[in-house]
């Protein structure tokens, strides 16, 4: 089955203990974002990749870190989160090139925390 | 910079009535055009998209949205809502032949009463 998972689903931690949000795709999308959802908010981009070792700043990026050593697997890093972090996370992934490459597919979302 | 807007924070509607969430969007040229949808608990799913040709594009689950360029709009309709259509709607616009970078709007939250 096409679909993109992300791990932890849920998380709860403290002030300063850096975490790390897996996630992977395997339909072979070139094209990975992370972004936070708040209440008024929508949907805000937090960091993107074209490609392999290719990622860029997306709308939010300050407190993240993200990495993208493998074509599947696009993790989001936080050093030392904050309470202003705690959020609704998704990462998503598109196919690369054409028209069709803004078309993305979601996963299931991880809550975050931060006391 | 492109950006998106929808009015309506909450909408309510009868399940069997007619339903329209506006979105309209900035951008300097003719955008990418999506809607998404969010069921309570769930990540988005993709409802409709616009690229280019026909104004009226039909999506899944019974929505259609067009795309109005003299008044900048991309407003999703359905005919005859069911009470499963009760979620959050998202509006997103991207930048044609760019690097993957879409805006999402803020959202409607879809309310169905019987």
């Known amino acids: 089955e096409a679909q993109v998972t992300q791990n932890p689903r849920y998380l709860i931690t403290v002030t300063g203990k850096k975490l790390t949000v897996t996630c992977s795709q395997n339909m072979n999308h070139e094209y990975m974002s992370w972004y936070r959802q708040d209440p008024g908010l929508g949907l805000r981009q937090i960091y993107y990749?074209?490609?392999?070792?290719?990622?860029d700043k997306g709308d939010v990026p300050e407190g993240y870190k993200v990495s993208r050593k493998e074509k599947r697997n696009f993790p989001l890093i936080l050093e030392s989160p904050s309470p202003n972090q705690t959020s609704l996370y998704f990462c998503a992934s598109s196919v690369g090139g054409g028209a069709d490459y803004n078309e993305q597919f979601f996963g299931p979302g991880t809550r975050l925390t931060v006391l | 910079a492109q950006s998106v807007t929808q009015p309506d924070i909450h909408i309510t509607v009868s399940e069997g009535a007619s339903l329209e969430l506006r979105c309209n969007y900035s951008?300097?040229?003719?955008?990418?055009l999506f809607w998404y949808v969010q069921s309570p608990g769930q990540g988005l799913q993709l409802l409709l998209k616009y690229f280019s040709g026909d104004t009226l594009v039909q999506g899944i689950k019974g929505f259609e949205a067009e795309f109005k360029r003299s008044q900048s709009s991309f407003n999703l309709r359905k005919p005859s809502v069911h009470w499963s259509d009760a979620a959050e709607y998202f509006c997103?616009?991207?930048?044609?032949?760019?690097?993957?970078?879409?805006?999402f709007g803020t959202g409607t939250k879809l309310q169905v009463i019987p």
């Open positions: 990749s074209m490609n392999v070792e290719v990622t």
């Open positions: 997103a616009v991207g930048a044609p032949g760019g690097y993957q970078k879409v805006t």
């Open positions: 951008y300097g040229a003719t955008p990418y």
